[in-house]
């Protein structure tokens, strides 16, 4: 089991997520995930979500036919509103079989279906907790890490942004981190 150290300090989370902001194409993301779950299975919100998470790989999200788009989010959908995470990574691998998604949009397309119970794995949200980016088991635990930490209340949900969630303002707190830090390991070797 990997453990989990944030870089930062805790107390630092809610003003990370307040400078991480949002987009447009945030709440389009989320608005695909409620129709997704609603039951439009289309390449055409899926290509919103991967938009938000990877504007180059939605272009290849339309190499996918529609049936395959369809039977890869019938599963997502049925994992992420169980109460279960028993068949995660049977989701996150068939996710990953369609054009354009690896483990990152696998992870942000359950986030934007059921933000309440997903978060997104990311190499700036993992440098933020020390670790490079892994495979589906390691989704898992990073997930529990970071539904523990949101259950803490260290971090409040933003409710004037789209899935007012705290594991949602977790996952951009952890983001903007991973940036800052980032900036300054450049700064220190210039």
């Not at 107390?11 to 129709?35: H, I, P, V």
């Not at 942000?108 to 190499?123: G, H, K, Q, S, V």
């Not at 969630?165 to 707190?173: E, G, K, N, Q």
């Amino acid at each position: 089991m990997p453990e989990f150290k944030l870089q930062c300090d805790e107390s630092e989370l809610s003003e990370f997520a307040r400078t991480f902001g949002s987009e447009e194409s945030e709440s389009d993301a989320f608005q695909a995930g409620k129709e997704i779950s609603g039951g439009d299975r289309s390449v055409t919100n899926l290509v919103k979500i991967v938009k938000w998470k990877s504007h180059r790989r939605a272009g290849l999200i339309l190499k996918n036919t529609a049936l395959q788009v369809k039977e890869a989010l019938d599963l997502a959908v049925a994992v992420a509103n169980s109460n279960s995470d028993e068949n995660l990574i049977t989701a996150l691998e068939t996710l990953q079989k369609l054009h354009g998604v690896g483990l990152p949009v696998a992870s942000a397309i359950l986030t934007a279906i059921n933000p309440e119970r997903f978060t997104i794995i990311d190499f700036r949200a993992l440098e933020a907790l020390g670790h490079p980016q892994q495979d589906e088991g390691f989704y898992i635990a990073y997930l529990n890490f970071c539904r523990n930490l949101a259950a803490q209340k260290v971090i409040s949900p933003q409710i004037e942004l789209p899935a007012p969630t705290a594991l949602r303002a977790l996952d951009r707190a952890l983001w903007q981190c991973g940036l800052e830090l980032n900036q300054k390991r450049k700064n220190l070797q210039s």
